[in-house]
């Protein structure tokens, strides 16, 4: 074995107070072990908490399929899209699965007027970094994956109605930005949603948030099925 370290791509810290600076050090040193053994990833799942807890390899890791999760608590599109040649195309996976965007809402609740963002704005700026994603993966022949952003049942929030509205907007983008960019589109929503079409379905989170087991469950036979359409089978 050579004693030379493989030349990594290191996207740094973003701040002071940015969750995505929390797991670097560890996607660093996980991303020189992959790349140095010259592991073939199938995939990566990328995103925020949503992704961060999903416990992949109980729903899709049975037949020795190197999935990489690179999730991260409390993340925001700009610093996914900031990351992903870290943490999706150095790895060259066969595919990225994206799901990132409900903590991007977060900004109607900002404390001031200066930190608060126009809903408008929010989803805007959301869209646009999914789309950067899309351009990134296609380019460097990783299928990209686009996933639908999970409404959210959170009353105690003033902003629940307007951040669930925005999610919705969100989603109508992104499944045609797909669609126009030959992506694959994940639709969790629909079927994590309450006859409202707004609000998050009782019984699929504790916090209306986060998915518990029943959550993803749903979101793994979703992705499966979608993936199956288009001719990928292997995920399973």
């Not at 126009?118 to 296609?138: C, F, G």
């Not at 380019?139 to 669930?164: A, K, Q």
């Not at 989170?205 to 099925?225: F, K, N, Q, S």
């Amino acid at each position: 074995m050579t004693n030379d370290r493989v030349v990594l791509i290191k996207p740094g810290n973003f701040g002071q107070i940015v969750a995505a600076d929390g797991r670097r050090g560890e996607f660093d040193i996980g991303n020189e072990v992959i790349l140095s053994h010259r592991l073939p990833v199938d995939a990566v799942f990328i995103g925020d908490s949503i992704t961060h807890m999903w416990e992949l390899n109980a729903y899709f890791g049975r037949n020795g399929r190197l999935l990489v999760n690179r999730g991260i608590g409390g993340d925001i599109s700009s610093h996914v899209a900031r990351r992903f040649a870290a943490d999706v195309i150095q790895l060259q996976p066969k595919c990225a699965v994206i799901k990132i965007g409900v903590n991007n809402f977060w900004a109607l609740d900002g404390w001031t007027a200066a930190d608060r963002k126009p809903v408008e704005e929010i989803v805007a700026d959301l869209v646009s970094d999914v789309q950067d994603m899309v351009r990134q993966a296609k380019e460097h022949g990783i299928v990209p994956v686009i996933c639908s952003v999970l409404p959210t049942h959170m009353p105690h929030s003033g902003n629940d109605g307007l951040r669930n509205t925005g999610i919705q907007n969100a989603n109508e983008l992104l499944r045609t930005l797909a669609a126009e960019q030959g992506a694959i589109y994940v639709d969790y929503h629909s079927r994590m949603v309450q006859p409202d079409r707004l609000q998050l379905r009782g019984g699929l989170a504790d916090d209306g948030l986060h998915p518990h087991v029943r959550g993803y469950d749903i979101m793994a036979e979703t992705l499966r099925e979608t993936l199956r359409t288009t001719g990928i089978d292997w995920l399973a």
